[in-house]
């Protein structure tokens, strides 16, 4: 059976979000940071644009269809490269264990890669755990790894100093 016959993916609807969310925790425990996710099933029905308001990611879910059951999703996003121009960024790919090694990881792969080329991107990026042996498979898929070949860092502004260096530009002026 091929990876067309034995998998649909799609783009998220709001009955499918409930497991979406299950999966984001199996997703952080296996990150071991299982107090990581704090976003509701609300929460992402909104910011995937599901109940209308803007579209601030897009969610996509793998079925297998022997069972109708969502085994995996892709969260995605439009960035921007002022080298290259349009990117998107892959926030999350996940497939649940039971259905790993028997291709539906590298069919959602292929799937937010072809969404790339549709949007017009020149290329698709993200992060993976220094620890995870997923990015040898990405690799197999043709990543490059940043860290190693660009000595990228990446850093992050939590919202507590958002907050901050907000409220210093407001005091300020």
Not at 158 to 163: A, G, H, K, Y
């Amino acid at each position: 059976m091929s990876q067309e016959d034995q998998f649909t993916f799609r783009r998220a609807q709001k009955a499918d979000i409930k497991a979406v969310r299950e999966m984001i925790q199996e997703l952080a425990d296996f990150e071991r940071m299982s107090n990581g996710p704090e976003l509701s099933e609300e929460d992402l029905i909104r910011d995937s644009g599901l109940d209308g308001e803007p579209e601030y990611c897009q969610i996509y879910v793998l079925i297998d269809n022997a069972t109708n059951i969502i085994i995996g999703y892709a969260i995605c996003f439009n960035s921007y490269s002022t080298w290259q121009g349009r990117s998107l960024f892959l926030e999350d790919i996940y497939v649940r264990p039971t259905h790993r090694k028997c291709g539906a990881g590298a069919r959602i792969f292929r799937e937010v890669s072809a969404i790339a080329v549709k949007l017009g991107c020149r290329r698709l990026d993200f992060h993976v755990l220094s620890w995870n042996p997923a990015s040898e498979f990405y690799k197999s898929l043709g990543a490059t790894n940043l860290t190693q070949t660009e000595d990228w860092h990446f850093y992050r502004v939590e919202e507590q100093q958002l907050n901050k260096l907000a409220s210093e530009l407001t005091t300020s002026t």
